[in-house]
């Protein structure tokens, strides 16, 4: 593994409310590193702030301070089209709720990025396939999402997410909305991924079993880091139960 | 308890009723404005004098009922589906169906009978204000127009509220009927556009026969009559929709196979488009007739605008005569400019008026001529006495000659002959200035100090251009006010439709909006496509609107002299310029709401 870090996180602070009215520190001081190629989950007790946190490292939000940068680019500070450009050629979302357009049909929304880009159409069609092959969605690229189950519907999301290429594939509970089976067999497509094409993954999941296919774990308590784990060489099923146990621990 | 819940369901989504209720609002005042025309029999009387103007108001009417009537099941269906959830979440949680029934109609019961009572005052407040803008700004003369006028209040009322009550029973059936689930997730069911060659082609077919049907019958309304106004009425209506169905499902299924549709934001706004293209369609077959009747009878109301001084200044040469011209009255003339002045002396003795020859030798008088029946376009021949004498168009010279002697014929002595008789002297003076109508004021103060030495003399019995301008006002103005007020009203109605429509789906494309943001769309890209989406639904029913007006104004070269089509650029332009300013008007109330 290399160690030059593909994203790097500093004293992270998110404050929610302006001064003067309520106000609620949902990040109090986070640091920490994600190396290219690796697969982090983030994990914490609901209200913890893991979507905040996620928000803040996917451009979705600005944090009251604190720095990101993602391949040495600082990103806090995009605005307008340079912010645009970043989302659209460096990172991928997946989120709980699919963020599918419901106007379009599963083709025409892996190709949204690609089209965004103005990549020849030549390339569109090999590209979307592939992806989707690669996912096991060849068969359902003519339906519209509403004509999809959920399971594939996260993968459509998934295959839009992955189409660019990016440096990085961040997911807010993408199992979510899922029943154990399909959120299995998603968790085996990210390692997948995450291991061919060395694409670098960060999930939030306050479920133990998807986050037991990660590699390093983050705990998140009122704000904070509050523990690390590293699945090192154990078996998913072991890391499983490593983490049921610190759960278990670092809820008390 | 279920009261309250729905109640606070109607709190919630007050954004929502806003707009359903300004739309019902617009449309109803729009339907009551046009009704206080074509009910106000007295109006209708006092101010045209020809029976083909009846027969448009009843064509009107009937186009106007079809149109509220989509309009509502439309605005209905909008009504629906934002409360399919909230009644869904309701039986969910074991609501009994007959009380849900019970809300459901009153709820739509009530939004129909405040809309439409509060459409009714704001269309009086509109037809008073619109029909003092019109009178005051054009200078018409209009008689017997009731502002509140109680049959056609009542006339909206009834067809409103029969409606709802149509479309509670529907809403009833619909509710009640469609299971909880589906309830709950109508909202994003797709229509999948389909292209089915067989009937695409057969729907191309019936479009264009039945507008061309429609075409023909507007063209031969003088052999048709009531029965062409009837079958216009049906035949175009049902082929715009007919066109637009099968053009347009095609348009966007055809669009995405080109490359540009793989460019930026282009797939998504066809998709946009193709996703409500059922809804589209409809909207888009309303808004070309609204465009084709706002436009028509603003250009009908302006050709009669146009057609007046024309007529005016085709009827004599000379603006005014005036007998025995104070100082005055001189200094008066003077100002006007005017562009020739002569003064003949006369003398009058029982039914004669005697000229001296020599004095129209001199100074021949012009005479003017029309071409043809059909046509403004005059010669004019300067004509000596001995001619004047023969000519059929000394007529022209007679009613300038004030009241008193205006049936008189003009005989034409020799200075010899003239001298020896022995009535007083009279003296008549005709002048012509460059432009009649921009002086009316001054003109207005001749007549009156002329009435005041002479009694008998009243505006519009004295011959000349200026009175004959001010008759054949008096006679149109009742059909130019009638095209420019309906030409604002349906263009009113045109903007509540079209704004409806875009707003009641701002708030789904708000989520898609973020959802492009979120991959990485610059705002850039998100506006245009906006503008891009905003505009096909602008610039299609404005096509065919125009080719509409093209051909229905054939429908009016009956009522005017000259072509209907002279000058048609002028209101053409005018109506561009006010539909491009209502485009970039609605463009920014979406992209405020969509893009936050
Ligand atoms: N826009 C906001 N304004 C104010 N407070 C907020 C806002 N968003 C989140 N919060 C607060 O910040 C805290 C963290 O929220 P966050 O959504 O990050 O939690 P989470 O860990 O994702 O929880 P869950 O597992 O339930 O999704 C919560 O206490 C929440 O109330
Ligand atoms: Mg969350």
Redesign the interface.
Known sequence: MTTTPIMTVTDLHKTYGKPGTKQYEALKGIDFNVQAGEFVGIMGASGSGKTTLLNMLAT?DKPTSGEVTIHQQPITHLK??QL??????EIG?IFQDF?L????TAF?NI??????Q??P?KQ?KPAVEKVAGQLGIAEFLSN???ELSGGQKQRVAAA?ALINEPAMLFGDEPTGALDSKSARELMDLFTTINQRQAVSILLVTHDPFSASFCQRILFIKDGQIGQELKRGTASRADFYQQILDNLGTFEQ | MLTKLAVSGLKHRWRDYLVLFSGLIMSSAIFYMFEALATNQAFLKQNTSISMVGFIFQFGSVLLTIITLVYISYANSFLLSMRKRDYGLFMLVGARKRKIGQLIWLETLLVGIIATLVGIIVGTALTAGISQLLINALGLSIHKLAAWYLPAALATLILYVGLFLLAGLFNLIALTKTPALKLLHSNDQPNRPQLKAGRQWAQIIIGLVSISIGYWAMANLGTLQLAGIGLALVTIVLGTYCLFNAIFVWLMVVLKRFAFAHRGLNGFTLSQLSFRIRNYTKMLSIVAMLFALALGAITVGMGFHRETPLMAKSSNAYDMGIVNMTKAEQSKVASLKPTEQTTYHFKTKQKTVFYRASEFNQHPYQTIKLESRNSLDATTQRLKATQLAKSQLRYQLMQLQTPAFQYTTPVFLSDAAYAKLAEPQNRLTIFVTDDVTAHLATFKQLVKSQSDRNPSIKTGVLGGRYSNYVMINGMYSGLEFMGLFLGIAFLAMLASCLMFKILSGANADQHRYQMLAKIGTTAHQQRSAIRKEIAVLFILPGIVGVIHVLFGLKMFSMLMVSSPYTGIWIPFLIFAGLYLIYYLITVNIYKRIVLQ
Request: hydrophobic share 40%; net charge neutral; glycine share 4%.
């Open positions: 979705l307008g089209n645009a450009d970043f989302r659209a050629k979302f963020n357009l419901e106007t379009m025409e190709a949204l990025p690609l089209t965004l103005n990549t159409t569109i519209y999402p509403n839009r």
